[in-house]
């Protein structure tokens, strides 16, 4: 079983403030994806990264995958608060056919 | 297209009553899942079903039983509630794709056990 290390835990900041999410594990991984949930909701995939190295970009978020396939980064660029929510990474198993899922990063943005 | 629907949104059991939540999905996935999440937690996975007629344990699935009825549904039992099981369910399915597994929730099923 893959471990998915996320940090922060918590994080609260202003509107128009730059922030980063981390994902770390020991393992590699053959891709990996992030998900939004927002309260009351489930997840929602925002990206998978495929490629070692690779950079995703979707409108103000950039997701980067390590060079190593054992990280990944989420940066939000000038937060909204249409942005708060839980940010979950998910390491998949194609094999077995699931995914692990990380803790989760749980995210407010303040107008 | 629904997507993944769940029944139901909220239920209050005592502790040693029964229930079965349920799971669809129209996307033609040949994988579900069951996963709780915990408050500030992420999703542990109870149980999955990588294909119709089969089922598999995931990291907690103790007080849990499965069934995949068929393609579309995958249901959930707790045969005996404990308030450790208090919790908010989520059914999931995922489809294959360009080398890795993408899944589409459900809205939840938020369970309190008295």
């Known amino acids: 079983t893959q471990l998915l290390e996320q940090s922060p835990q918590f994080l609260s900041i202003q509107e128009g403030e730059n922030l980063t999410v981390y994902c770390n594990s020991s393992s590699v991984f053959s891709s990996l994806q992030w998900y939004r949930q927002e309260p009351g909701e489930g997840p929602v995939l925002l990206v998978t990264v495929v490629t070692g190295g690779e950079v995703k970009k979707l409108k103000r978020l950039t997701f980067q995958f390590g060079d190593a396939r054992k990280d990944s980064s989420l940066h939000i660029t000038a937060a909204q608060p249409g942005d708060t929510g839980l940010y979950l990474c998910?390491?998949?198993?194609?094999?077995?056919?699931?995914?692990?899922f990380g803790d989760g990063t749980t995210l407010t943005v303040k107008p | 297209n629904a997507g993944v629907t769940q029944t139901p949104k909220f239920q209050v059991l005592k502790t040693g009553q029964s229930m079965t939540l349920q799971c669809a999905q129209d996307?033609?996935?040949?994988?579900m899942y069951w996963y709780r999440q915990d408050p500030g937690m992420g999703l542990r996975l109870i149980y999955y079903?990588?294909?119709?007629?089969?089922?598999d344990k995931g990291e907690v699935p103790n007080g849990y039983n499965v069934s995949r009825l068929n393609k579309r549904e995958f249901s959930l039992r707790l045969e005996s509630a404990a308030p450790s099981q208090t919790s908010v369910y989520f059914c999931?399915?995922?489809?294959?794709?360009?080398?890795?597994?993408?899944?589409?929730f459900g809205p939840g099923t938020r369970l309190t056990v008295l």
């Open positions: 999931a399915s995922s489809e294959f794709a360009s080398g890795s597994l993408t899944q589409y």
């Open positions: 998910a390491a998949g198993d194609t094999n077995a056919g699931k995914s692990t």
């Open positions: 996307m033609n996935h040949n994988s």
């Open positions: 079903s990588a294909s119709e007629g089969t089922t």
